[in-house]
């Protein structure tokens, strides 16, 4: 078990209302933040990242400290832990699944783009909605074969071929 941080609901507040109040580096700590990194390996992704910044978002209630198994990393993840059928997800499994996905798929900066669109859903509709806008972007980017592969794992009764 990894002590690893994920965003609170605040924090996901937070990057929705584009407060400038943080500094630039505790801003970009959030804006990537997921489980799949320690914060160790997140300040070496952002440069000029300290521990004061990782104070600061936990003390703010912006991000929280999980206990986890580091995630499996594959080129793509199994779909066995997600549940079938787009319909059955919750917001929470599909913010999830896209924010730990986003930069596997589509890239860095794509990638962060797609997060924080990610960020701006509000409610399942919306959410739903970006999925299926997901698929398509991870088609151009890696091709019919790898948003086959996704839509199968978001549930190829809501994410239908465009």
Known sequence: MTLRFVKTPRGRAQIASRDARLPRTARTLLLILDDSRTPSQWMDLVQGSTQADFDLLRGEGLIAAVRTDPPARTATRPSASMPTGLSTLSYEQLYGFMTSQARERLGLI?????????????????????????????????????????????????????
């Open 110 to 162: 794509q990638g962060l783009k797609f997060i924080l669109e990610v960020e701006r859903c509000v409610g399942e509709a919306q959410m739903r909605d970006l999925a299926v806008r997901f698929v398509s972007a991870v088609r151009k980017v890696q091709g019919d074969s790898a948003a086959g592969k996704l839509r199968a794992a978001l549930g190829a009764s809501m994410v239908g071929s465009d």
